[in-house]
């Protein structure tokens, strides 16, 4: 069973401070890894992620991959207010289609 | 781009009641969509693969018979909660792949189902 843990479980920083989220994954076919910022609707998309060691990167976010050792990372720069939400990481896994396998999620709030 | 337009938004029903939930793609066919319910505070948590002209695949310990899936078409799936309750209360979400664009993953707006 294809399995998402995201650390930590939740975070509150200051505006302007420089967050890193955690997300390790076992799959048993991975095809790729997605991260997701959700408010009070609907995840949207931030990054899907398939190479190893390639960043990718949106204004002040920022994501990578190691699939060696089965995990990833989000960075936000320079956070602000309107950062604060659940960020999800999510699996895709070649055998399953589109299905993803969602971790917890971390719930970050930003401080004025 | 492709969108997957869920709906509604908003829906009360009673105790008892049933209730039905749309989710269409819109600029795309799929022939796979996905059902998760959230609960406050918790992670999206896959309910059922809505699978075009054939059954449902459900996620254990979903009920099937509570949680009817009907994928009639290539850009329409609907869920219907049959005899809701109140712990059925719970935020929604269907998904879609896009295969003509790279296999983006398209989420629905989401429904808030309030059962009282």
């Known amino acids: 069973e294809d399995k998402v843990v995201q650390s930590p479980l939740s975070l509150v920083v200051h505006e302007g401070d420089t967050v890193t989220l955690n997300c390790s994954y076992e799959?048993?076919?991975?095809?790729?890894l997605l991260w997701y910022k959700q408010e009070k609707k609907a995840p949207t998309f931030l990054f899907m992620l398939?190479?190893?060691?390639i960043e990718k990167k949106s204004g002040r976010l920022s994501s990578i991959l190691d699939k060696k050792e089965l995990f990833s990372i989000l960075n936000i720069t320079a956070t602000q207010t309107g950062d604060s939400a659940i960020y999800l990481c999510?699996?895709?896994?070649?055998?399953?289609?589109?299905?993803?396998?969602f971790g917890g999620g971390t719930r970050l709030m930003v401080k004025p | 781009g492709a969108v997957v337009s869920q709906h509604p938004s908003r829906v009360i029903c009673k105790s008892g009641t049933s209730v039905k939930i749309e989710c269409r793609s819109l600029?795309?066919?799929?022939?796979?969509m996905f059902w998760y319910r959230q609960f406050p505070k918790q992670s999206l948590m896959l309910m059922a693969t809505?699978?075009?002209?054939?059954?449902?695949?459900?996620e254990q310990g979903v009920e099937k018979d509570k949680f009817l899936i009907n994928h009639a078409s290539l850009t329409l799936s609907t869920l219907t909660v049959t005899s809701a309750h109140p712990e059925d209360s719970s935020f929604y979400i269907c998904?879609?792949?896009?295969?003509?664009?790279?296999?983006?993953?398209?989420f629905g707006e989401g429904s808030w189902l309030t059962v009282v």
């Open positions: 809505s699978n075009e002209g054939s059954k449902a695949t459900y």
């Open positions: 998904s879609a792949g896009d295969r003509t664009s790279g296999n983006t993953i398209y």
């Open positions: 799959v048993t076919n991975f095809r790729s």
């Open positions: 398939t190479s190893s060691g």
């Open positions: 600029d795309f066919q799929a022939t796979t």
């Open positions: 999510a699996v895709l896994n070649n055998n399953a289609g589109n299905m993803l396998t």
